[in-house]
């Protein structure tokens, strides 16, 4: 099984030679506060990939195992809301239920309140939306290419989870907007 700590090594190497570029290129020094907010976004990063790509199967084995306990894998759904319904309609307990959909509502929730923090450009709805959209995509669409690497549908690949993505990403984005009018208006009175 491929875990997160593989990925967390080169992730970890990327960022470093990423940041020392960016600090020679700006030759700008910056607060400890834009250092922290920066970490803190790179760890929401490596937690959003840890529970949506990690851990994938890939031994021969262990994919026997799987198909031997749980067949061919998991399904795809490309019909919109069919996944939410049923896991409404479901006997699973509440907390089930509310993993599976508050789960997918706040992935993306902390991306679109940064987002706008960072660039200007994302202080529009529209851009968030688009970049929220082509996350979401992404993340879906890794699945299913690592699902056909391997051979196995590891995990689900479902078009209810990018409407959930999405939606949590946009309340992130009205959350992000209520705050920053509200710190504005603050500050202007004063």
Known sequence: MLKITF???????????????????????????????????????????RIT????????LE???????????LKINLIPLKS??????SNANLLVKFRQIGGNLILLFPLAFYLPLRKEKFQKA?????FLLISSCS??????????????NYRVVDIDDVILNVCGGML??????????????????L
């Open 84 to 89: 939410i319904i049923y896991t409404i309609n």
């Open 126 to 130: 529209k851009k968030v939306f688009a």
């Open 53 to 60: 790509i990690f851990p994938i199967p890939f031994q021969k």
């Open 63 to 73: 994919l026997e195992g799987l198909r031997r306990n749980f067949g061919e894998g």
């Open 139 to 152: 993340i879906e669409f890794i699945q299913f290419l690592i699902g056909k690497i391997i051979n196995y």
């Open 7 to 49: 990925f967390s090594f080169f992730y970890l190497a990327f960022i470093i030679v990423y940041e020392a570029l960016n600090v020679k290129k700006q030759k700008a020094s910056h607060n400890i506060e834009y250092w922290i907010f920066k970490v803190v976004f790179y760890i929401y990063v490596l937690l959003v990939v």
């Open 172 to 189: 992130g984005f009205i959350a992000w907007k209520f705050i920053s009018n509200f710190f504005y208006k603050i500050r202007n009175d």
